[in-house]
């Protein structure tokens, strides 16, 4: 019973934020397609952090209106808006209307900003239900979730993209003869993107049978897994029993815990007012650069590099993510000044994406097997140094206490919405960034 309710609680997981990661993984098929190109990154991650509406009412609904508020009926809800959410995608993410004399992906937008309702909600509501299961399950939980970017990576890894290729075509007529130009042409990748967004759905579907099965569960192994621990009731009877108990072997466990009790506080205390700002700025930049700034411009820093290097970098940022995850599990640096030092780190990978974005369609080493390669490492170090930072900085501040993790998760928003509306505002209204065409476009050597 124990194994099975392992797999549930991780396929359970698995539709925490599939939805999401299943899009950024999917993006470099899909620029080629919808009239935005290169800005559409810009785009989904404003739609992405305006999505975030959907836990605030949640919180406020908690708040407001205690136990007013069915958590299950919640769950069921946006797991089924997602199921049918990836299925609609699958059949009009490429279909536009015009809007203000332009082509746009209306449909593909507004699908988007469901599902990110649905994986932005999921974090205020699969976590408190997994709350009422042995933490020992919580633990497979969140592996499940880890999952969830983990999984499209490796398929849209499997899925391939289309290699481009330059072919010669002919405009005008007989009379005034034929005018030959050069467009790209890409090839098909080894299945299709339709086909992509109905494995989303299917896996949503897992992730809602496995939520359906958790409820219908006997909770007999629950009792097993509490028969195992103490009960404190009974110690704390046994003790008052027996007092001669404390001056043996309880009253030094007493005395151990008490001094243990005190190096906690003293741990969590020992932050200056300068560390918890240096703390918390952290928490903002970090944000930032991985939830706005340089997912906005990947286009901008791969495409010049081919269709292959966007795919990669894309795909393997997003392995990168749950692998970082669980490095901090086994390798736990809480060192401010290593922290520091990481972010600066992960900075200088990210500031040399931004570079080669700011200076597309013709960055350096453009056409070379060194440039392609080096484009793809760094944005894999970049997610995997600042993701560790994350989730360091988020242990610090959970030990610290319940309001510091709170702010924390103020914080991380703030970051994330100041740096994609920076980005939005800078891709779409300054055109900072120039696209570029793989075979029309023309860079000095």
């Not at 692998?323 to 900075?347: D, E, N, P, Y």
Request: proline letters at 4%; a neutral charge; glycine letters at 8%.
């Amino acid at each position: 019973m124990a194994l099975l309710v392992h797999l549930l609680a991780c396929a359970f997981g698995l539709g925490s934020w599939l939805a999401v990661n299943g899009l950024w993984v999917e993006l470099p098929l899909i620029v080629n397609t919808l009239p935005e190109g290169w800005e559409l990154p810009s785009y989904l991650t404003v739609i992405i952090q305006a999505a975030n509406i959907g836990p605030l009412l949640v919180t406020l609904m908690h708040k407001l209106c205690p136990g007013r508020i069915k958590e299950k009926v919640v769950i069921y809800s946006i797991l089924s808006i997602g199921i049918v959410s990836c299925v609609l995608l699958a059949f009009f993410w490429d279909k536009t209307t015009i809007v203000a004399g332009a082509s746009r992906s209306t449909a593909f937008f507004l699908i988007t900003y469901f599902l990110s309702l649905v994986d932005c909600t999921s974090s205020v509501t699969f976590l408190p239900f997994m709350m009422q299961l042995p933490a020992k399950y919580v633990t497979t939980y969140f592996i499940g979730e880890g999952l969830s970017g983990f999984i499209p990576g490796v398929v849209a890894l499997a899925q391939g993209v289309g290699i481009a290729k330059c072919v010669n075509s002919s405009e005008g007529n007989h009379t005034s003869g034929d005018m030959w130009s050069m467009h790209t042409v890409y090839l098909p990748p080894n299945f299709s993107t339709e086909v992509f967004f109905f494995f989303l759905a299917l896996m949503m579907c897992v992730s809602l049978a496995a939520f359906i099965a958790l409820n219908r569960l006997p909770r007999t192994y629950e009792l097993s897994t509490e028969n195992l621990v103490p009960d404190p009731v009974a110690s704390v009877s046994s003790g008052l029993d027996n007092p001669g108990a404390e001056t043996d072997g309880e009253g030094v466990k007493c005395q151990a815990e008490g001094e243990a009790q005190s190096k906690l506080l003293q741990a969590r205390s020992k932050h200056s007012v300068y560390q918890m700002t240096f703390i918390y700025f952290l928490v903002v930049w970090v944000n930032a650069a991985t939830n706005g700034l340089l997912p906005s411009v990947q286009t901008y820093s791969c495409m010049p590099y081919g269709n292959l290097a966007y795919h990669l970098s894309a795909t393997l940022s997003s392995l990168a993510n749950p692998l970082a995850c669980t490095i901090a599990m086994f390798f736990q640096k809480r060192s401010l000044v290593f922290l520091g030092a990481l972010t600066v780190l992960g900075t200088g990978f990210g500031s040399y994406n931004m570079a080669m974005a700011a200076m597309s369609p013709c960055p350096l080493l453009q056409g070379s097997a060194v440039g392609e390669t080096l484009i793809v490492l760094l944005w894999l170090f970049f997610t995997g140094t600042l993701t560790y930072v994350k989730v360091m900085v988020g242990v610090i501040l959970r030990d610290r206490s319940h309001i510091a993790l709170v702010w924390c998760g103020a914080a991380s928003q703030m970051g994330s919405l100041v740096g994609s509306v920076i980005m939005f505002v800078l891709v779409n209204e300054h055109k900072l960034f120039k696209s570029g065409d793989f075979c029309n476009t023309k860079c000095p050597l």
